[in-house]
């Protein structure tokens, strides 16, 4: 799909300190690009390698990366600045300033921070929708980021800034209809914003399900209260099921001290690297996604889909987009993921059977060629946004 009509794009994103999904969609999309022949830089800062005050100054100031962002994208002539996360050292005014040196500009919204704290929109293990708009004041009455520093910077440079970020947008991008819908919701402009599935590369994908053969049930993220790994836990007690959870966090010992005291049949992998996770997907019977927080389009169920790997999942988000809302149990209900936790481990003919319909759900809706196609699109449609808003002025 290379060709000399396409944008140079110039991506901008500020790693968290931890790595997640975000990062993924990045390399993914860098694949993307460089595969069609598309011109295009990454602008990369690194949350490692700031420090908290000089975060806290970025957060109240708006960013502190005009000058660089207008200099790459001087060097690039670049047609497009698409920036994924920008907090806390690109900020608004990285995306200003790229809108003013004549790029149009795409904000892939990946969680909520343009109005939460901390992004993922849940407290006490549950959904929340309290900040909205330029309203952020729950955040910080509830000190949402446990530091009432932090929580005083957040709640006030995201007020302060967004509109500053929502004016200097061309389009929004989210990752899934249901993240599309409470972004609109919490203040994104509806009529800027599209929806962009994330895809999976053909040689990732599993030529077949072994499914059938699995020794145990595989659950991973980041171990916080909002992903419900807890409820994972109670379920896999009470099917009787083997769980394997990868991934820590601040709930590893409460999580740890609840295995033991139901004597769980279960196994805290603790932090395992993204290149070691194909192989334990291809040992797994059964993929468990157990969130209580509405995810906006996770990773770790597409990867599961793409391994041919039946996933049982709660009712989250964007999850029933990726998977089916067959699939899918109530938030927080670990009598209902235990029961289908269970069918599945009994019935390894209908684990093999159900890997292949969510691979085969892969091809068709998240191959890479669909991403290119509707990524270009987007680009498209953000000329046509610049255009008419020049022509208006």
């Known amino acids: 799909m290379s060709g000399p009509d396409h944008p140079r794009v110039l991506l901008l994103h500020n790693r968290y300190r931890f790595e997640g999904g975000e990062e993924r969609s990045v390399a993914l999309q860098l694949r993307a690009l460089a595969g069609a022949g598309v011109a295009h830089r990454l602008l990369e800062r690194r ?23 207008t200099a790459a994208v001087r060097e690039l002539a670049a047609d497009v600045v698409h920036a994924h996360n920008m907090q806390p050292t690109i ?8 809108r003013a040196a004549g790029a149009r500009v795409v904000l892939h919204l990946h969680n909520a921070r343009l109005f939460c704290a901390i992004g993922v929109a ?18 910080l009455m509830l000190n949402c980021r446990g530091s009432l520093p932090e929580a005083v910077a957040y709640a006030a440079g995201l007020a302060l800034h967004q509109p500053l970020a929502l004016d200097s947008t ?3 991008v989210a990752p899934s209809r249901w993240a599309a819908g409470q972004l609109a919701r919490l203040g994104v402009p509806a009529e800027r914003l599209d929806v962009l599935a994330h895809y999976l590369p053909e040689e ?40 394997w959870i990868a991934g820590d966090g601040p709930a590893a010992a409460e999580l740890d001290a609840l295995v033991r005291r139901l004597d769980a049949p279960v196994q805290l992998l603790g932090h395992v690297a993204r290149e070691e996770m194909p192989a334990l997907l291809r040992g797994a019977a059964v993929a468990v996604l157990s969130s209580r927080s509405h995810e906006f389009s996770p990773f770790s169920v597409l990867e599961a889909m793409g391994a041919a790997v039946p996933v049982v999942a709660t009712r989250s988000g964007g999850v029933p987009e990726l998977i089916g809302e067959e699939r899918c149990v109530p938030l927080g209900d670990s009598s209902a993921l235990a029961e289908r936790l269970q069918a ?10 159900q890997g292949e319909r969510l691979l085969a759900r892969v ?14 699109g ?7 946004d610049s255009r008419r808003t020049t022509r208006a002025q």
């Open 204 to 243: 990732e994908l599993a030529g077949g399900s072994r499914a059938h053969q699995g020794r145990y049930a595989l659950a991973s993220g980041r171990l916080s209260p909002e992903k419900g790994f807890d409820v994972a836990i109670e379920a896999a007690a009470l099917a009787g099921v083997p769980l």
């Open 91 to 98: 900020g608004p005014r990285g995306l200003a300033a790229a």
């Open 378 to 384: 987007v680009y498209e449609r953000a000329d046509s």
């Open 344 to 353: 599945l481990w009994r019935d390894p003919a209908e684990r093999r059977e």
């Open 363 to 376: 091809r068709e809706r998240h191959s890479e060629q669909r991403y290119l196609r509707e990524l270009l």
């Open 122 to 139: 849940a407290r006490d293990g549950a959904p929340c929708f309290r900040c909205r708009g330029r309203n952020t004041v729950p955040g």
């Open 47 to 69: 949350s490692e390698d700031v420090g908290r005050v000089r975060a806290a100054a970025a957060l109240l100031r708006g960013g502190d990366a005009e000058e660089e962002v």
């Open 170 to 172: 061309h389009r929004f």
